[in-house]
């Protein structure tokens, strides 16, 4: 022991929730009893998109990726017996966090709590949404009034509570370089800070309380160096903005706090035991540095890219940090790091480079600005496609998939399907069947006077807020009051950054772009077409489009003309476009499971159209059994996270092409 007292350790948190409130609840309960020290709460894709079950967007979404809210109801159930008075919940929730939290203050009060006790997050950093994630709702003006009248709220009435979390987390996993990720979530934390500063509801007085409350949610990569470095590099830079611009002189208040996930971005789905130690060294990055560590850390599970982590895999995870904590002495010494000369010119050239980004966005008007014109959008699909390219080449050499590909049969894997969590696909049908019943036994009318009061908020000036609490006790439900919300602001359709992306490979002559290049031309002769034409779809609700974006761009390069209209479509607006636009083959992609109910429907829908010579492609986070039911049903070609060569797979589209036309197959390689 060196004498000096233990630090605490960091808040251990476990991101979970599937199926139904019910079934989430004793998962939460579980893990707590395990050790578990926060609680870090998944939501379905309809409701983070402001949608009840039974929307048509909602089919095959409900459940998938997260547990499903409805209403109060649900909200109770999934923290019965949980007192939310002693813990610190983190809700990812974004489009809809003022919604959640509503439902949440609440329950507590139910319960019995004080909500000036009320300790936790809610994500509510809906720039990264337009830009990564996808699970926006409203313009970026509407978006940042929710947040501005969610701080001010939480300021006065939930003084515990962190209104928003900055999150660059997604960010890196589109692709953004250290120096980006820093720049843009500084860039919307000035922005959001400047809409609560202008709105008047704060006094100038209490400024300091509003910028003690502002959390970030970071990304930490396999890069140890890099990322340990750019955490001191990102507090330094906040300590600069708050003292500088906003006037701050409580050093408490301008401290830097922060919460991670390690990167789920570089897990892989070969040999996907060796995510094991690189969520442990991404874990490090965050934890031995004292004077950047984080205040509450997830670990994703080692299979994560193969599918939804079980029970026991999410308890391994949490058994890493529980390790490190408690079994070393990391917690007995001060920063290890202090004086070091390499980590300080690391530090000072991300600082560097960072603060010029910044005023370049600021100089385009700040972070929302620079979302509605694309740059922010484009800059990151750019990115994305060079680390790809480098992946691709060998440049970025990653274990099990592009080097020492070779190896003993796993027995982690050896029954692939039992080695991930399914969902029931009769769970929809119970969750909305429930949906049915609660609206059928509220008050009807003040559910009905609740949802006025509340576009009567929205279209006027007052803070929304405590009408969504009134709408939250009245029984409204969670697509009711987005409706309400999309009523007055409408809905925002983010940049793609696909067009303006630049060339991200070479094609100079034999190389495989060029080779494809040539089966592209060759094979649009043979059908008498002036190019060859690609649909990506990306049905449902998975707002996760990095992977679309990457094959929208790289078919773009190979020749192919590309129609790509972003996410969120039904398949019925995927076959419309197919048909209009005349392609000859059809991409879909979809990570949040529901591509067993969304698939089979556009195939089924273009065969009624009479289009049975257009292929349809599916990638994703797709398992092995759905990946046969899905050839067998009459897909053409499944990919997945292993399938890293990008421009193998558009070879591979113009080979399906050639096969559903009835031409030769092509001598060129590639």
């Known amino acids: 022991m060196t004498g000096r007292r233990k630090d605490r350790p960091w808040l251990m948190r476990t991101y979970a929730g599937h199926s139904t409130a019910e079934a989430s609840n004793e998962l939460y309960r579980r893990n707590l009893a395990k050790g578990q020290t926060g609680l870090s709460v998944a939501f379905d894709l309809p409701t983070q998109t402001g949608y009840d079950p039974d929307h048509i967007l909602a089919r095959g979404e409900v459940g ?17 017996d949980i007192p939310l008075e002693q813990m610190n919940t983190s809700m990812t929730i974004n489009a809809t966090a003022m919604w959640l939290l ?9 319960q019995g709590a004080d909500a000036t006790k009320l300790q936790g997050t809610t994500q509510n950093d809906i720039v990264k949404e337009y830009l990564s994630r996808g699970t926006h709702v409203f313009p970026p003006g509407p978006s940042l009034r929710l947040t501005t009248d969610m701080i001010t709220y939480t300021v006065n009435r939930i003084p515990k509570w962190n209104p928003i979390n900055i999150c660059s987390y997604h960010l890196q996993e589109a692709g953004a370089t250290p120096v980006q990720e820093i720049a843009y979530a500084m860039s919307t934390a000035i922005a959001v800070l400047d809409a609560v500063r202008d ?19 970071v990304n930490a ?23 500088e611009r906003y006037g701050i002189t409580d050093a408490k208040q301008r401290r830097f706090r922060y919460g991670v996930q390690v990167n789920s971005l570089g897990l892989t789905e070969a040999q996907p035991e060796n995510n094991v130690q690189r969520i442990v060294l991404e874990m490090l990055a965050v934890t031995l ?47 290890i790091f202090a004086g070091s000369h390499v980590i300080e010119a690391k530090v000072d050239s991300l600082v560097t480079e960072s603060l010029a980004e910044i005023d370049r966005i600021q100089q385009m008007g700040g972070a929302m600005a620079a979302v509605e014109s694309g740059y922010l959008k484009s800059e990151l699909v750019s990115s994305h496609a060079q680390r790809r ?6 440049e970025e050499k990653i274990v099990g998939v592009n080097i020492y590909e070779t190896t003993e049969p796993n027995p982690l894997t050896a029954d692939l399907d039992g080695a991930i969590m399914t969902v029931d696909p009769a769970n929809e049908a119970r969750v909305v069947s429930a949906l049915h019943e609660w609206r059928d036994n509220r008050d009807e009318a003040r559910a009905s006077e609740a949802l006025a009061a509340l576009k009567k908020a929205a279209a006027g000036t007052e803070n929304m807020m405590e009408a969504t609490v009134e709408c939250a006790r009245a ?24 067009s303006s992306a630049p060339v991200a490979v070479t094609a100079e002559a034999g190389t495989p772009l060029a080779l494809v290049r040539e089966k592209v031309a060759r094979t649009a002769e043979d059908l008498g077409a002036g190019r060859l034409r690609l649909l990506v779809g990306k049905p449902g609700l998975d707002g996760h489009s990095n992977g679309a974006e990457q094959i929208a761009v790289r078919a773009r390069d190979a020749g192919f003309e590309v129609v790509y209209q972003g996410i969120r479509l039904t398949p019925e607006q995927i076959v419309s476009a197919a048909l209009a636009e005349d392609v000859h083959c059809v991409g879909l992609s979809i990570l949040s499971g529901s591509h067993a109910a969304l698939v089979p429907d556009v195939l089924n829908r273009l065969r009624e159209a009479g289009a049975n010579d257009i292929p349809v492609i599916a990638g994703g986070i797709i398992p092995p059994a759905d990946a046969a039911v899905l050839i067998e049903a009459g897909v053409a070609a499944v990919f997945t996270p292993k399938d890293f060569g990008i421009t193998e797979i558009i070879g591979r589209i113009v080979d399906e092409i050639r096969k559903a036309n009835k031409l030769d197959p092509l001598e060129v390689p590639a």
């Open 389 to 394: 390219a480098r992946i691709e080449g060998g």
């Open 64 to 80: 998938r990726v997260g547990v499903p809210v409805s209403h109060l109801g649900d909200m109770r159930r999934l923290f019965h």
């Open 475 to 498: 029984g409204v439900t969670t697509g009711e009051w987005s409706w309400a919300l999309r009523d007055v602001f409408g809905e925002f359709r983010a940049p793609t950054g696909v």
């Open 102 to 110: 509503a439902l949440y203050q609440v329950v507590a009060e139910e």
């Open 221 to 243: 990569g396999v890069r140890f160096i890099e990322e340990m470095c750019k955490m001191r590099a990102f507090g330094r830079i906040w300590d600069q903005v708050t003292r």
């Open 199 to 217: 709105s008047g509801q704060v006094p100038e007085e209490k400024f300091g309380d509003v910028v003690a409350r502002i959390s970030f949610f």
């Open 289 to 335: 540095s004292k004077d950047a560590r984080a205040r509450a850390v997830q670990l994703p599970a080692w299979n994560e890219a193969l599918g939804l982590p079980r029970p026991w895999d999410q308890q391994w995870s949490l058994r890493i940090q529980q390790v490190l904590a408690h079994e070393s002495d990391l917690l007995e010494y001060e920063d």
